[in-house]
């Protein structure tokens, strides 16, 4: 049998598209039929089909959380904690991004650690490696790179998000550029971009290709990557290395330009028989978020779109989870398949299990809030409405996106053994018009 693509291409329902048929409560035939029109992919891993998880058309949004070391910060057990606290605060996939530390047995203890798919950035621990064999990064050789890919691909990466757009034109069109803000253009890569380059994938290829003068290995031997990815069945996620670091810059001719490379390699992906999604700015402001969403739908001929944040404005850190939510909910509205989660240590720090979970959990109500819209799923609100008319607390929180918290916070305060609560107190307006219903 060969990819899942390839098999339902054939007429064939696998193991994965069963499993996310069932999570879904969809037929499994519709599963296929979106896998042959590339509106869908299933992201699992090599060897581990139990995990997969469907993104796509006419399936829920859903939600990533990235874990990983820095280099200010290398500690194994807090990683495997916060992908804990990921999957057990609802997390559809995570993203194991470290960059320091012992990043094979940092991948390989996350992938046994948890039951999702496992995504990661390849060109991180290739940046790591020849700086640690070469004495920097930029010379990485091409061999060191697409090794490594076969590497985290067999070790059961379910999806990889890999930076083919990054080219010459691309980097061309962002170094000529005006900037959207009034900034001054500057000489060198960064032409008029007022918040900088802030893909750390991107930054380290356009560095390496200015050290080497050479194109994008990952652009200019596309077909030895497909090959890779096509035999461990691995979801190539065509990562955004233009995307915007400040609103200000956010649906720039860099960005634009880099959308239409990934879509025509993502096409080429799909001949080959490898699964592709595109990834998405960024920081946006809200009232061009609708845009990002039709052009990458029609570009990419429907091609499920993964959209980081979006961040919608800059000026709230330690609320990033916050301003990322409002995008996303918006995001998702408008056809958005995947969100990345943003935590309240966005543009801070390294972020903590605490603020993994704030951050899973401000992503899924966004989720919620944009299927709403986009897939008309609305009955779960009804029923918690219906619940609160009746003051059927036990409802409310078998209804709760997080139970727990619900019900903590009513029973640190006073009023929650009857039931009402303390908010109004014997003013409640569900007790004084169930009273005016009696007399």
């Avoid at 057990?88 to 991948?107: H, K, V």
């Avoid at 000529?176 to 918040?195: E, F, I, K, S, Y």
């Avoid at 990562?239 to 960005?255: H, K, L, P």
């Avoid at 995008?327 to 408008?334: M, N, T, V």
């Amino acid at each position: 049998m060969g990819t899942i693509l390839e098999s339902a291409r054939a007429g064939q329902v696998t193991d994965e598209m069963e499993i996310v048929a069932a999570k879904e409560g969809l037929d499994p035939g519709e599963i296929r039929r979106g896998i042959v029109d590339g509106a869908l992919v299933i992201a699992s891993g090599n060897g581990r089909t139990e995990v997969a998880v469907g993104i796509g058309r006419g399936l829920g949004t859903k939600v990533n959380a990235s874990i990983g070391t820095s280099s200010d910060i290398i500690d194994l057990e807090m990683e495997l904690e916060k992908a804990r606290v990921a999957q057990s605060s609802g997390a559809d996939t995570i993203m194991e991004l470290s960059t320091a530390g012992d990043l094979d047995e940092i991948r390989r203890a996350i992938l046994a650690e948890v039951s999702l798919p496992v995504g990661n950035v390849p060109l991180y621990q290739a940046g790591s490696e020849a700086r640690n064999r070469c004495g920097s990064a930029t010379e990485m050789t091409d061999d060191l790179l697409f090794d490594l890919i076969e590497k985290q691909a067999r070790d059961g990466i379910g999806f990889m998000a890999i930076h083919c757009g990054v080219n010459q034109l691309t980097v061309n069109t962002l170094k000529n550029q005006d900037g959207h803000g009034g900034g001054v253009v500057r000489p060198g890569v960064l032409g008029g971009r007022d918040g900088g380059l802030v893909s750390r994938g991107g930054a380290f290829m356009i560095s390496w290709m200015a050290a080497q003068e050479r194109e994008n290995p990952l652009f200019e031997q596309f077909d030895r990557l497909l090959e890779i990815l096509r035999e461990y069945d691995v979801v190539l996620s065509l990562g955004n290395g233009m995307r915007a670091g400040a609103v200000s810059d956010a649906t720039d001719r860099a960005q634009i330009q880099e959308l239409l490379v990934n879509s025509e390699l993502a096409d080429r992906a799909r001949d080959a028989g490898v699964q592709a999604m595109l990834e998405g700015p960024g920081h946006i402001p809200i009232d061009q978020i609708e845009a990002n969403v039709v052009l990458q739908k029609s570009l990419s001929h429907g091609k499920p779109f993964y959209m980081l944040g979006p961040i919608t404005t800059d000026i709230a850190p330690g609320y990033d989870h916050i301003t990322a939510a409002i995008g996303s909910a918006w995001a998702a509205a408008f056809g958005t398949d995947f969100i990345c989660y943003v935590t309240p240590s966005e543009h801070l720090g390294l972020p903590f299990a605490a603020d993994v979970r704030d951050g899973v959990m401000a992503a899924r109500i966004a989720a919620h809030v944009g299927d709403m819209v986009k897939l008309g799923r609305r009955r779960r609100d009804l029923e918690m409405g219906i619940a609160r008319r009746d003051l059927d607390w036990q409802k409310q929180y078998s209804l709760c996106l997080d139970p727990e918290k619900a019900r903590a916070v009513r029973d640190m305060r006073p009023g929650a053994d009857n039931d009402g609560c303390s908010m109004c107190g014997d003013q409640c307006a569900l007790h004084v018009s169930a009273t005016c219903e009696t007399d």
